[in-house]
């Protein structure tokens, strides 16, 4: 199982955000070096101060009494001044010198405490530093001849140490998510809609354009895939009007024919020849009847599909009143759908009929979508006794014009239309058909039809 979304928008989504944190994250850091840096050169100054002024106060006092003086003076803490005779690159080996930056900075710092040229340190040596965490300072005194040596404690800085900052990051990462989703799904929703443009059109050839209205690669987009549905309507109803035209211009030559086998002498012959024109004129009049189906403009309405069901198979009943006892019905009493009622009725009857042709039986179960799952798929199961369908012939049998040897042969009077008629009705519905084979024996067709 991975983590990584599915759809486009969650991707994109998830890239941008984590994007984004990033770029938080490193603006963040930016911020917080600058912080630290301002701290020291805050700590710097503070230093300078201090020490420009401890060396002040000793410098003007008497040579006898700066000891006195200098215990009396307050020291924060993690500061001590003290006399000493020799400089602190003696007194403290430990500690490196002070890098060349600090130094400067520090001497300049000092500075700025006013005070004149005589009463500041000649010399100044200084060791440590952020990174020992501690500075030592030695600042020669005039004669007779002295340092003042003041150690000062340098905590580490702390950019991070904020009370609003992970409140402010939570905010800004709340509010840029907000952003990101808003944004991304306002991005793809017209691929959304190209989608289901395109589910529709794969179920009804003649479904509405798409408005070309928008963004301009969205309207070109959305004129391109009109242009792509304009293409494949006119080349459907080319083919269906090609198609009907060469079935409706053949009738008149099997007429002719049948008038002139009827003066053919030998008896055999004349039959056999009287049958392949029935049979032709059979296959003649289903490609007709599939033109029409093609090229209907019937309006769907609401329909009881139980009723429907049940229509379908007392008509079957009239038609072959020897399989009446063949033919049941079990489901609900009643279930609404909207659909075109002659093209859906043509699609039962096909199914029904060619179940009693080839399996002898017709037993037609209506099952409906749950209370719970109004909008989804009822299923119609219409299952026979015949011997059933080899697995790989399953699908090639809703081809035009495709029939199994055996059971299903030209002997029926079958042409190779009805399951393609059948799927082509439901499909622009919606919904679908298969085949199965009963594992007792016999064949399914599997209905789906939204409701």
Request: charged share 25%; proline share 8%.
């Amino acid at each position: 199982m991975t983590l990584w979304p599915r759809s486009l928008a969650a991707r994109t989504a998830v890239v941008l955000l984590a994007a984004l944190i990033a770029v938080q994250v490193a603006g963040l850091t930016i911020d917080a070096m600058e912080r630290r840096d301002l701290q020291r050169l805050g700590q710097i100054r503070d230093v300078s101060v201090r020490l420009a002024t401890l060396y002040r106060r000793v410098v003007i006092t008497e040579a006898g009494r700066r000891g006195r003086v200098l215990a009396a003076i307050p020291e924060p803490p993690g500061v001590r001044a003290a006399l000493a005779s020799r400089p602190p690159l003696i007194i403290d080996g430990g500690l490196p010198l002070s890098p060349e930056h600090m130094a400067r900075a520090i001497r300049v710092a000092m500075h700025l405490v006013p005070m004149p040229q005589s009463q500041r340190p000649p010399e100044i040596i200084i060791r440590g530093g952020f990174d020992a965490g501690r500075l030592l300072v030695g600042m020669r005194l005039p004669q007779p001849a002295s340092w003042l040596t003041v150690s000062v404690r340098l905590p580490p800085p702390q950019p991070w140490h904020s009370p609003a900052f992970l409140a402010a990051f939570a905010l800004m990462t709340v509010v840029a998510a907000l952003l990101t989703i808003w944004a991304v799904r306002r991005l793809t929703r017209p691929l959304r809609t190209l989608a289901a443009a395109a589910e529709r059109l794969g179920r009804d050839v003649n479904a509405p354009p798409l408005s070309e209205e928008g963004p301009s690669e969205i309207a070109t987009a959305a004129t391109a895939f009109n242009t792509m549905a304009a293409r494949i309507r006119r080349f459907v109803e080319d083919r269906t009007f090609l198609l009907t035209a060469m079935g409706h211009d053949l009738r008149t030559p099997i007429t002719r024919l049948k008038l002139r086998a009827e003066f053919i002498e030998d008896e055999d012959q004349r039959q056999k020849i009287l049958a392949d024109l029935d049979e032709i004129e059979a296959m003649v009049n289903a490609t007709l009847d599939f033109g029409r189906d093609a090229t209907a403009r019937e309006p769907a309405a609401p329909i009881d599909l139980a009723l429907l069901c049940q229509t379908v198979l007392d008509e079957a009943a009239d038609v072959r009143p020897e399989a009446a006892d063949a033919l049941a019905y079990s489901g609900p009493a009643h279930c609404t759908a909207r659909a075109r009622i002659g093209a859906l009725k043509r699609a039962l009857g096909n199914l029904v009929n060619n179940a009693l042709a080839y399996g002898g039986a017709a037993r037609l179960t209506l099952v409906p979508p749950e209370a719970s799952q109004k909008g989804s798929l009822a299923r119609i199961e219409i299952d026979d006794d015949g011997p059933g369908i080899p697995p790989s012939d399953l699908e090639r049998v809703f081809q035009p014009f495709q029939r199994l040897e055996g059971s299903r042969n030209r002997e029926t009077g079958g042409t190779g239309l009805g399951l393609p008629i059948a799927r082509d009705i439901l499909r622009a519905h919606g919904g679908d058909v298969t085949l199965a084979n009963r594992p007792g024996g016999g064949t399914r067709a599997v209905v789906t039809l939204p409701v």
